[in-house]
C-alpha cells in the first residue's frame, strides 16, 4: 500500500519556476512499477491530468496544454516524482495532487484518471504576482 505527500512553496510568482514535489511511502519507486502522475483542479473546473511517469524507467507522458513548460522526473534517491512548470499564469492557479497506479508496461502510461487508486490530499498552488 502506497501512500503520496504533495508539498510545494504555495505562493509562487510568474517569474518563478514553481517546483511541486510528491514523496511516495510505502514502496519503492524504482523496483516496483508505478505510474506517477499530476493532476490539477482550479476552482470551477473539472480535474485534469498534466503529466505523468513510469517510476521504474522514466517515460513521461505530457498533456498538450502543458507540454514544453513542464518536467516531470524521479529523484530515485529520495523515492519523489518531481514535477517543475515555468512560464506561470494565473491560470495555473490550482490544487495540484499527486497519484499513483500500479502498471507493468510503460506503454500502458496514460492521464486516464479513474486509473489512479492512489491519491494524496493535494496542495495548494497560487500563482500571482
Known amino acids: 500500500q502506497v501512500q503520496l505527500q504533495e508539498s510545494g512553496p504555495g505562493l509562487v510568482k510568474p517569474s518563478q519556476m514553481l517546483s511541486l514535489t510528491c514523496t511516495v511511502s510505502?514502496?519503492?519507486?524504482?523496483?516496483?512499477?508505478?505510474?506517477i502522475g499530476w493532476f490539477r483542479q482550479a476552482p470551477g473546473k473539472k480535474r485534469e491530468g498534466v503529466a505523468s511517469?513510469?517510476?521504474?524507467?522514466?517515460?513521461?507522458v505530457y498533456a498538450d496544454s502543458v507540454k514544453g513548460r513542464l518536467t516531470i522526473f524521479r529523484d530515485k534517491a529520495k523515492n519523489t516524482v518531481i514535477l517543475e512548470m515555468s512560464g506561470l499564469k494565473p491560470e495555473d492557479t490550482a490544487v495540484y495532487y499527486c497519484?499513483?497506479?500500479?502498471?507493468?508496461?510503460?506503454?500502458?502510461?496514460?492521464?486516464?484518471?479513474?486509473?489512479?487508486?492512489?491519491w494524496g490530499q493535494g496542495t495548494q498552488v497560487t500563482v500571482s504576482s
Open positions: 511517469i513510469w517510476s521504474n524507467d522514466g517515460s513521461t
Open positions: 510505502g514502496d519503492s519507486i524504482t523496483t516496483s512499477y508505478y505510474a
Open positions: 497519484a499513483a497506479e500500479y502498471v507493468f508496461d510503460s506503454s500502458r502510461l496514460a492521464l486516464w484518471e479513474p486509473d489512479y487508486v492512489y
